[in-house]
């Protein structure tokens, strides 16, 4: 069976402060999809990243990084410079190679930035 | 223009009652999915449907049941609600490749309440 663990319940940072949210993953597939959604305080989720099981690099986008590692089964996502606007919950989900996509989540971990 | 829509966006019924939420998706995706997100935040897949393919997750109660009018569409169905099955919904739709890969973009949820 696949798990998704996001230890972190809540965070709550100060704007400008560098954050990271820990996600850590088991599954007895050898080929998996791993992701990222956020759902801001309007409800709605929101795709920020994909990667692959056989696909380590990490990845940059502005300032959001992704730090996979396969080692430690963990996909670590660090928000750099926080703003209020980054405030939501976040989502770290797990995707099997088969069986019609679906996701399995982690319990979330809500992100709190004050100004 | 929405990509993933669902209506109602609030429902409010009694227990016992049957219901329907629907679900369209003009991205031209080949599978659709069905999420109930809880009280305490925590997502769970209940379907996953293509034209070929019903999943259903093995915890769903037969008392939900999916219908797809064509590619576009996934209605969600309930019959005699419960207490219980007050959450919110959310429907997700991908483009179908081999395995997970395809990231899922979700409607922006139906809030049921049962009372």
């Known amino acids: 069976a696949q798990k998704v663990t996001q230890a972190q319940t809540e965070i709550s940072v100060v704007e400008k402060e560098d954050v990271t949210l820990d996600c850590v993953y088991e599954?007895?597939?050898?080929?998996?999809?791993l992701f990222w959604y956020k759902q801001p305080p309007s409800g709605e989720l929101v795709f920020l990243i994909r990667r692959n099981s056989f696909d380590e690099q990490n990845e940059i986008s502005g300032r959001y990084s992704w730090n996979f590692q396969k080692s430690t089964s963990s996909f670590n996502f660090t928000i750099t410079a926080s703003q209020v606007v980054d405030s939501a919950v976040y989502f770290c989900a797990l995707s099997r190679n088969n069986a019609g996509n679906m996701l399995t989540f982690g319990g979330g971990t809500r992100l709190m930035v004050k100004p | 223009d929405t990509a993933v829509s669902q209506t109602p966006k609030y429902l409010v019924t009694q227990m016992g009652n049957d219901k329907s939420i629907k679900c369209e998706q003009n991205l031209g995706h080949d599978t659709m999915y069905w999420y109930k997100q809880d009280s305490k935040k925590f997502l769970k897949i209940m379907f996953s449907y293509n034209n070929k393919e019903l999943i259903i997750n093995e915890t769903v109660p037969n008392r939900f049941s999916p219908k797809s009018p064509d590619k576009a569409h996934l209605n969600l169905h309930i019959n005699s609600l419960e207490l219980g099955d007050s959450a919110v919904y959310f429907c997700a739709s991908s483009r179908l490749a081999s395995g997970g890969y395809n990231e899922q973009f979700f409607g922006p949820g139906t809030r049921l309440t049962v009372l």
């Open positions: 599954t007895r597939d050898t080929t998996y999809y």
